[in-house]
């Protein structure tokens, strides 16, 4: 089995700073690309930012300048560095990761939990 278990969210002042990270553990081969989504209650789950294992990153354009994205392949670990917070990036934020498990030559795509994010206004 794989599990990402998400860890950092956090009540945080407009303009504050807050640290996601997310880790992915269980019978992995390779991670091709880690990522981060969120959903604000009553909305669709919507793309923030992602990165492949060569380092690539895409941003949606609400957040670039403001978030970084950043990976250690030897730990499986992805992070989000959340600069300049607005009140609507309160959602509940969750990893993605589309990985290839030992023993298997398909690369599946794997859901953690999420951990919540409060701007308030």
């Known amino acids: 089995q794989v599990q990402l278990v998400e860890s950092g969210g956090d009540l945080v002042q407009v303009g504050g700073s807050l640290r996601l990270s997310c880790a992915a553990s269980?019978?992995?081969?390779?991670?091709?690309?880690m990522g981060w989504y969120r959903q604000a209650p009553e909305k669709q789950r919507e793309l923030v930012a992602t990165?492949?294992?060569?380092?690539?990153?895409n941003y949606a354009d609400t957040v670039k300048g403001r978030f970084t994205i950043s990976r250690d392949n030897e730990k499986n670990t992805v992070l989000l560095q959340m600069t300049s917070l607005k009140p609507e990036d309160t959602s509940d934020y969750y990893c993605n990761a589309g990985i290839r498990r030992s023993g298997s030559t398909s690369v599946y795509r794997y859901w953690g939990h999420g951990t919540q994010v409060t701007v308030p206004s």
């Open positions: 990165i492949t294992s060569g380092g690539t990153t």
């Open positions: 269980g019978s992995i081969f390779t991670i091709n690309y």
